[in-house]
């Protein structure tokens, strides 16, 4: 099956910091690619969608300030959490669609950040 | 919009035994997706099963199965001769069509966490 990767798995920063966060699609072209937030023993919250080329369509709720997301390739995305807070400590999930057509996203295995 | 119900936040059951576990969604669209996903501790997101709504034949994958009742809304799904390895959260989910003409996202149920008991 299509494989996606996300880097780094873990990681740890001080408050007001700025993390990125990598989502790749490794053996397909994804043409769409959506961010998820994840709280501990809850369900996967949709945060955004990035097609690649455009500008990234963000859910209600949602600082598109705050979460930076860029799509620049068909393989890559990025999620930057700028001036990061505690608040913002959470699991981080990416997924990657082939195509508008397609009903199937692959998952990356998500990231865990931790804002001190 | 679509919103999509799991109704028991855990279930149990012993190994070898088999478990239903429940899913309701509410949708607009008549053509839709619908899926369970497992997310074991590792947190990867696997998918378990798919099933197409024009679709009338129950999916099946190995010791998965589904019971689709599209006139109720419901999409239950059944685990057969459990093993110690099925222990995770499930997460039912659903999808928009293809005429939507935008990403089609998923919608998430809240999720069930299965134990399997040895």
């Known amino acids: 099956g299509a494989v996606v990767s996300q880097h780094p798995s873990r990681v740890i920063c001080k408050s007001g910091t700025s993390v990125k966060i990598e989502c790749r699609s490794l053996d397909f072209q994804a043409t769409t690619m959506f961010w998820y937030r994840q709280f501990p023993k809850q369900s996967l919250m949709l945060m955004a969608t990035?097609?690649?080329?455009?500008?990234?369509?963000?859910e209600q709720g949602v600082e598109k300030d705050k979460f930076l997301i860029n799509h620049a390739s068909l393989t890559l995305s990025t999620l930057t959490v700028t001036s990061a807070h505690p608040e913002d400590s959470s699991f981080y999930i990416c997924s990657a669609s082939p195509g508008l057509a397609s009903d199937t996203q692959y998952f990356g295995p998500g990231t865990r950040l931790t804002v001190l | 919009a679509q919103t999509v119900t799991q109704s028991q936040p855990e279930m149990s059951v012993q190994e070898a035994e088999t478990v239903t576990l429940s899913c309701t969604y509410d949708?607009?669209?008549?053509?839709?997706?619908l899926f369970w996903y497992k997310q074991p501790p590792s947190r990867q997101m696997i998918l378990v099963i798919r099933q197409e709504a024009y679709k009338q034949q129950n999916a099946t994958e190995n010791r998965f199965s589904v019971n689709f009742q599209k006139a109720a809304k419901s999409f239950s799904l059944k685990i057969s001769d459990s093993q110690l390895g099925d222990a995770a959260m499930y997460f039912c989910?659903?999808?928009?069509?293809?005429?939507?003409?935008?990403?089609?996202?998923?919608?998430f149920g809240s999720g069930t966490q299965l134990t399997v008991l040895p």
């Open positions: 949708t607009s669209e008549s053509d839709y997706y």
């Open positions: 990035s097609n690649e080329g455009s500008k990234a369509t963000y």
């Open positions: 989910a659903s999808m928009g069509p293809i005429s939507s003409g935008s990403a089609r996202q998923l919608t």
